[in-house]
Each structure stands twice: as C-alpha cells, then as structure tokens.
C-alpha cells in the first residue's frame, strides 16, 4: 500500500477534552465576529468546529451559555499589557482597553448578547464580569513593572490590589447597567484611588 493509502487509511485522531473545547470556542468567536449574536446558532459552530451538537451541549446548554463563554474568551484574547513607561500611563490604558467602545465590532456583539441573556441572571453577571475582567496577571505585569522602576513598593504587588481598578470599573458597570463608562471616571479611578492605595503599601 503507498503512503499516500496508508495516510488514508488511518481514522482521524479525535479531539478531546480541551483541545476540542477551544476548537468549538473558537468556532463560536469566529461566528460572533462575522454575525453577532443574533447570527450564532449551534449548527453553524458545530460545523465551523468540525463537531457535532451533542459536544457542544455537554459543555453548554443552550447558545446564550456559549456565547458569554466565547465573548470572555474573545475579550481576554484581545488584552495585553501596556508598556507606556509609566503606572498612570499604563492603567489608563489597560481602563480603556477594557472599556468598550460603543462604536467597535465587540461592543455590537455585547449589545446582542446583553439583550440575549438578559433574563438569565447568572450569565449576566459573567457577562458583565468579562465586559470588566482584565485578568489579575495582566494587571500583576503592569505593577511589576512600576515596582521595578521605583514608582511603587513591591507591597503593592497583591492580586486584590492590582485590581482594585479593575473591581471599581466593573462597580460601574453593574450598578449603572453601562456597557462603557466615561473617560473622565476612568482617569479618577486611576489618580483619586488606584495610584494612591498602590503607593500607600508598604512594611507596617
């Protein structure tokens, strides 16, 4: 039998576990990404995945459990830290990265989203947390750096503390019902509380 035979011959390796979990979320990003929410259905990311039903519905029960799963996976792909030089610089940014911008492809998708589930209490609450979430490990690399430049004490460098910018974006978030907030509330977040609790920290 040829090689090209045998290569035929062999049954293709089934995916499992988190290999095919991040192929069917990445399935479901993509779909999000060209047709919103609305447009997302199970069939679609299933043969965009190269899977069935059944496998997506073991992981979630319906498409508004798959779609907050891939919209959190789409906002944390879209996050890196800054590196401006500067904490103030570099919380600014990372604030307004994670602040949605009304008028981009990913707030559109939110908007679905939000109308979707909206009468699911528990997705809303993840949804709103990955509207906010900018990941504890992002925000430990920015202080990481301020503490290396001298800007901060190395105390500083607790994850609730890092976040704390992070906890009082996603306050707003959930107390005012925003999908973005004002850029002049990030940049009091930032100056009023978050450099000067980082700054405080220090030996007792």
Same mark, same amino acid.
């Given at each position: 039998?040829?090689?090209? *035979? ?6 293709? &390796? ?17 779909? +999000? &990404?060209? &047709? ?13 995945? *190269?899977?069935?039903? #059944? ?18 996976? +789409? ?11 500067? +904490? ?27 109308? @979707?589930? @909206? ?14 979430? @900018? *990941? &504890? ?30 906890? +009082?974006?996603? #306050? ?29 920290? @220090?030996?007792?």
């Amino acid at each position: 039998m040829s090689a090209a *035979g045998e290569s035929a011959a062999k049954p293709a &390796s089934r995916r499992r576990g988190a290999e095919l979990e991040s192929a069917i979320l990445r399935a479901a990003v993509e779909e +999000l &990404s060209e &047709s919103g929410y609305p447009g997302l259905t199970m069939d679609r990311v299933a043969r965009r995945a *190269g899977t069935n039903k #059944n496998a997506i519905y073991r992981r979630w029960p319906n498409r508004a459990a798959l779609g907050v799963a891939a919209y959190q996976r +789409l906002a944390t792909e879209k996050l890196r830290p800054p590196d401006t030089g500067a +904490l103030r610089d570099d919380a600014l940014a990372l604030l307004r990265r994670v602040n949605c911008d009304l008028s981009s492809p990913q707030a559109e998708i939110l908007r679905g989203l939000l109308a @979707g589930v @909206g009468d699911e209490p528990e997705l809303l609450a993840r949804l709103h947390d990955a509207v906010a979430d @900018g *990941g &504890s490990g992002v925000w430990l690399t920015i202080v990481g750096r301020a503490v290396a430049r001298g800007e901060v004490p190395p105390e500083a460098l607790h994850p609730r503390v890092v976040t704390v910018a992070l906890a +009082l974006l996603r #306050n707003e978030y959930v107390t005012r019902g925003l999908t973005t907030v004002p850029d002049d509330v990030l940049v009091e977040i930032v100056d009023e509380v978050y450099l000067p609790l980082l700054r405080s920290r @220090g030996p007792a």
